[in-house]
Every structure is written in C-alpha cells, then in structure tokens.
C-alpha cells in the first residue's frame, strides 16, 4: 500500500521504547516479489519476528456492484494508505473540517519508505520557480507551524517528532560545483530565503571533518531543521486517534484493499472494499498509496470499462545508520552539489522486479546528518529495480566509499569492524516519470483522488499535499495551485 515495502537490518539493538512504530526486534523483512506478483495488492502476516508480503488477488469485481448493506461502517472520507501521505492528509480532514475519516493500510504506519528515510525536509536543493517550488515552501511553513504549535502546548518538539535546527548545507569540492552553488544561493535569496554561500575557510568553521580542499565551498540554509519520521508519524497518529472516540476516525490496518464499489446510477465511488471490511464513503476516496498505487489501480480496475494508467515506479534507496560512531560528528544537514542530478536520475537499470539489484547501475550521492539520538546517518543511493528490497552490501561499500572522499576520517576506519553497531534502511520510493507526484481526482473516478508519487520528498511535501487534497474535497480556496500536479 502507501507503505511499498520496506527492509530494515537491525543489529544488536531493539527498536526505540518512546517511538510507537510496532517493529519487532531483530529483521524486518518484507520479503521481495516476482515477477508474478507485482501487479497485485500486498497482504501482510506477522509470523515469529518477520512481516511477509503475500500475494492477495482482488475477491469481489470493481464493475458496479453496490454498497453491501447499512450494517457496513460509513465514513465520510476513506484514505488508502497510511504512510506520511495518508496519516497526513487523514490530520488535515480532522483538523480543518468536521468530515469523519478511516485510513486502511495493508501494513501499519512506518512500514514503508516513511520509516526508511532520512528525515530531512531541507530547502537547500529545492529550486525556486520549479513545479514543486511553492508547495515545498508551502509544507515547510505548515511543519514549522506545526512545531511552533507543539511548543505552545507546552511539549518538546524534538521528543515529539524529532524536530532538529540542523541547517542544510549542499557542498562542492571544485571551481565548477562552487559557481554552480553561487548561484544556487542568488536564487534561494531572490526566492525570500536566508541562504549564503560558504568558502572553503568558512566551511571548515562549520564542518571541521569535512574536507572539501581549497576549491571548495557551500550554499547553506542555516534556518532549514529535520524531523525524525517515525517519532513524527508516531506523534501525528496519535493525534489522529484522539477522534477516535467522537465517532470521527477509524483505522484499518492489515486490510488489503480488494476494489471499490460505484454506484450504478452516478458512477461515483461509494466504499472501499478490503480483505475484512466494506467501508462506505459519503465524500471522497483517497489513493495515497505510494509505490503500490499501479498496481493497486490496475487491480481495481482490471474488470471495469476505465482505463488509466499510474506510472509510479518503485525507486530503490539505501541508508547506512551508525550507533555510536565518536570519530567525528556532523553539525549541520550534508549533500554533495551532484544530489539535485542524482535525485532526478532517471537510471538505464532493468525495472523487472524479479531481476536482483545491481550496483553498478546505482546512482551514489554522499549524504549525512546526525539523528536526534546522535547517530551518524549516511547515504544514499537510487535505484529502478522493481520491488526488489534485498540489501546489497556492495552498495552499502559505495555509500561508505562516496562518504568517504568527503570526510577522510572515515578512511581510517573499518565498515566491516562497524557491524555490530550499524542499520541498514531499505525503502522503495515512490517515483513518478516527470519527478512531480500526482495530487488529484482519479480521471473516471467521480469522488476519487490520487496524492500519491512524492518519491523522497514525502517528509517535505507531505502538509502541503494534504492541504490541497482538503481544498479540493471541500471545494475551497487552495494556498498552492494545483495544476502542476494533475494526472
């Protein structure tokens, strides 16, 4: 579902008390998929210690079939998916409207690319006047609201939802990368930001352990904070929950969504049909599926007269998380200059999902940041190779190399040496061809919308986009146009 599938290697160490994401100890596996099973909806089994993904096929047909019957539990939004998308979108209805809501999962929260990434919602590499630009802006003003809000109400936005002034930098080691970076900074300050550009001498004040050489240099956004996104999904569901008991949210999770119901007479979507429930919705369905939105579309729709095609694509990504790593620290949120290029990467890789992962053919871009519980996170990596959610030690060697040639200290010491202390966080990114994800209604679909595609800006573009789908259900005024986001 909006969760895609997510592997992350824990060792020697058990999941963090204060954060409520329901992991057990040790692996996490969300086994990978054949080629034979891509094209349908995931169900999810917890045996021993492990969730394994199974294949579910759709039991009752899209077509015209109407709602079952008034014993069915009625909402009037039904949300599909419950990463940072959906939980987000499932807030905003509670929150600004008086509109009951349900989310229906076929995993839990943070069982996804949510969990697995990094956590930054930084604005150094955004590019002003882009398709994206304003509701970047737009959901980094709502997440600082947002943390403005915690600290009125008297609570601690780091413990809540890991909420860390890191600043962003985007680092470049040549003549070249620094001119290219001058300019990054003009434009961020003609935009409103309080960007600048670091020399070299300057850098090193910063980052001490970082070494660029003489030619190097920044553009730094020393407002810019990251969060942690399970402590933040943790903290947002749990606000979700508290309308729970005035009849107006309901979750669903370890349900499968098996079709959609239309009315025969307005062809408007009525309820979603799960493996366990039909949940009727009076108002709006939401696909907030993420990298299973595809398949999930194809699916439901398989057996009707509609065609559409969703042409998200999984985008395989790596993390290398460090405990207790004292070689050095980082103060400030890193990217190498190539990131912006390595983000919009489209790779030559094969998508067939039962080929295994090459790492030749992944794109490598230094990343880093220290967590709130200060251990060192490093990566990344992008690859198109179906679901595939194996670890590839051979890209985790390239991650540490890339990291390497930025800070030498790293050179001293032994990944290998590093293992009992260290997570490996595998998701799937949600990519769509164009690099915009899609923000509203289903095409044929009457009362149906997509927020779906965000790839690695889910964190950052997550408040804005449930803003919008809120403004278009209730056919209000939106802060952000959007046009650009249409399928």
Same mark, same amino acid.
């Not at 001119?179 to 990054?184: E, G, H």
């Not at 930001?193 to 001498?201: E, H, N």
């Not at 590093?418 to 990519?431: K, M, Q, T, W």
């Not at 803003?467 to 802060?479: D, G, Q």
């Given at each position: 579902m909006a969760t895609s599938a997510l592997k992350i290697a824990l060792t020697n160490r058990s999941p963090d008390a204060a954060v409520p994401c329901r992991y057990p100890a040790g692996t996490i596996r969300i086994s990978a998929l054949s080629n034979t099973t891509k094209a349908h909806p995931l169900s999810f089994s917890q045996s021993s210690t492990n969730y394994e993904a199974t294949r579910f096929r759709p039991t009752r047909a899209f077509g015209s079939n109407r709602v079952s019957g008034s014993g069915d539990p009625a909402f009037d939004v039904v949300i599909v998916g419950a990463g940072i998308i959906g939980l987000t979108i499932a807030r905003q209805f509670?929150?600004?409207?008086?509109?009951?809501?349900?989310?229906v999962d076929a995993a839990v929260p943070c069982a996804g690319a949510t969990g697995a990434g990094q956590g930054y919602i930084w604005r150094v590499h955004k590019i002003p006047g882009s398709d994206k630009?304003?509701?970047?802006? &737009? /959901?980094?003003?709502?997440? $600082?609201?947002?943390a403005e809000s915690i600290t009125i109400q008297g609570m601690d936005p780091l413990l809540e939802l890991g909420w860390k002034k890191t600043g962003s930098m985007l680092v470049g080691r040549t003549e070249e990368d620094c001119?290219?970076?001058?300019?990054?900074v003009e434009n961020l300050v003609d935009?409103?930001?309080?960007?600048?550009?670091?020399?070299?001498?300057?850098?090193m004040a910063e980052e001490p352990s970082l070494n660029l050489g003489k030619e190097g240099g920044a553009a730094f956004m020393p407002d810019d904070c990251q969060i942690d996104a399970r402590r933040a999904v943790a903290f947002i569901e749990k606000a979700n929950r508290a309308f729970a008991a005035e009849g107006r949210y309901a979750e669903f999770?370890?349900?499968?969504?098996?079709?959609?119901? &239309? /009315?025969?007479?307005?062809? $408007?979507v009525e309820a979603v049909q799960t493996s366990k429930t039909t949940l009727r919705s009076k108002k709006a369905v939401i696909i907030a599926a993420g990298s299973w939105t595809g398949s999930l579309m194809h699916d439901i729709l398989k057996d009707s007269e509609i065609e559409l095609d969703f042409p998200v694509k999984p985008r395989k990504g790596h993390l290398l998380v460090l405990e207790n790593f004292k070689s050095f620290k980082v103060n400030h949120g890193l990217m190498e200059a190539g990131y912006v290029n390595h983000e919009s990467a489209t790779l030559s890789s094969t998508t067939d999902p039962g080929n295994k992962s090459d790492a030749n053919t992944a794109s490598i871009s230094m990343t880093a940041t220290m967590d709130m519980s200060g251990r060192l996170v490093l990566g990344s990596s992008r690859q198109l190779v179906g679901f595939d959610t194996e670890i590839d030690e051979s890209i985790i060697d390239r991650i540490w190399d890339r990291a390497s040639e930025f800070f030498p200290q790293l050179k001293e010491a032994s990944l290998r040496e590093?293992?009992?202390?260290?997570?490996?966080?595998?998701?799937?990114?949600?990519?769509m061809p164009g690099g915009k994800p899609v923000i509203g209604p289903v095409p044929g679909l009457p009362m149906t919308f997509f927020a779906a595609g965000h790839e690695g800006e889910g964190l950052s573009l997550a408040l804005g986009t449930a803003?919008?789908?809120?403004?278009?259900?209730?056919?209000?005024?939106?802060?952000v146009s959007p046009a650009p986001f249409s399928l």
């Open positions: 509670l929150l600004g409207s008086n509109l009951s809501v349900a989310i630009w304003e509701l970047a802006m &737009r /959901s980094h003003q709502l997440w $600082e609201e947002m001119l290219a970076l001058r300019k990054k935009a409103g930001l309080g960007a600048k550009f670091l020399s070299s001498d300057e850098l999770f370890y349900e499968p969504v098996t079709g959609l119901l &239309r /009315s025969e007479s307005s062809g $408007e590093l293992s009992e202390s260290r997570e490996v966080r595998v998701g799937l990114r949600p990519y803003e919008m789908i809120l403004n278009m259900v209730l056919e209000s005024p939106h802060k």
